[in-house]
């Protein structure tokens, strides 16, 4: 596609439940990534997937966050049990490729993600 | 673990002015420092900087790294309310092309 598309854009979630948000990245785009925003704080690194290597999971916060990209393009990211303190707006990146990064990443427009 | 700290936090000012957003960080294996611009969601790449001395610059914006004393700055000249958004900066360090980002600096600009 165009750009880096996220769905759904907005989520409303009661405690307890699981909620999976999707991330389709540029066409191309070998390395994707996912991060959070907390209200009024800068990006915070979850997870970072390059082609077929394992996954970059060392930003998870807790084992109920997992995430996976099927076929090397649309990731999930998936939250079990949620918490309140797991609002935040969950935003994905895609770029072509670990060398070429002239232009930084291309951002999705994101999934706010409200638990209540 | 690698550090990104931005300053202020927040701004605000007069259409025309000059404003001057710092950034300084501490990282393992420094490789690039990155600014983006964050209207609602979406960070907007603006710079990618790897040497120092260097000036980036596009129309009314400008950036420069500084390698020994470890920041950045990013010049914004003669403001509009247009330039009004967070602006993020942020690190690649370690391998993995994952991103260190500051907490941001939130400018407004008044007509």
């Known amino acids: 596609g165009a750009g880096v598309s996220q769905s759904p854009s907005n989520k409303v979630t009661e405690k307890g439940k699981d909620v999976e948000l999707r991330c389709d990245p540029i066409?191309?785009?070998?390395?994707l990534y996912w991060y959070r925003q907390s209200l009024g704080q800068g990006l915070e690194f979850l997870i970072y997937?390059?082609?077929?290597?394992?996954?970059?999971k060392s930003g998870l916060p807790s084992d109920r966050f997992s995430a996976e990209r099927t076929g090397g393009s649309v990731s999930t990211l998936t939250i079990q049990r949620t918490q309140q303190e797991d609002s935040a707006v969950y935003l994905c990146?895609?770029?072509?490729?670990?060398?070429?990064?002239?232009?930084?990443?291309?951002f999705g427009s994101g999934t706010r993600l409200t638990v209540v | 673990e690698d550090k990104v700290v931005q300053s202020p936090l927040s701004l605000v000012v007069h259409e025309g002015d000059t404003v001057t957003l710092n950034c300084s960080y501490e990282?393992?294996?420094?490789?690039?420092l990155l600014w983006y611009k964050q209207e609602k969601k979406a960070p907007t790449f603006l710079f990618m900087l790897?040497?120092?001395?260097i000036e980036k610059k596009s129309g009314r914006l400008s950036s420069i790294l500084d390698k020994k004393e470890l920041f950045s700055i990013l010049n914004i000249t003669a403001t509009q309310t247009g330039d009004s958004a967070v602006y993020l900066c942020?690190?690649?360090?370690?391998?993995?092309?994952?991103?260190?980002f500051g907490g941001g600096t939130r400018l407004m600009v008044k007509p």
């Open positions: 990146a895609s770029s072509l490729s670990e060398q070429t990064t002239n232009y930084g990443y291309t």
């Open positions: 066409s191309g785009h070998t390395a």
């Open positions: 997937f390059q082609g077929n290597s394992a996954p970059d």
């Open positions: 990282v393992t294996n420094f490789r690039s």
């Open positions: 790897t040497s120092s001395g």
């Open positions: 942020a690190v690649k360090g370690r391998a993995g092309n994952m991103l260190t």
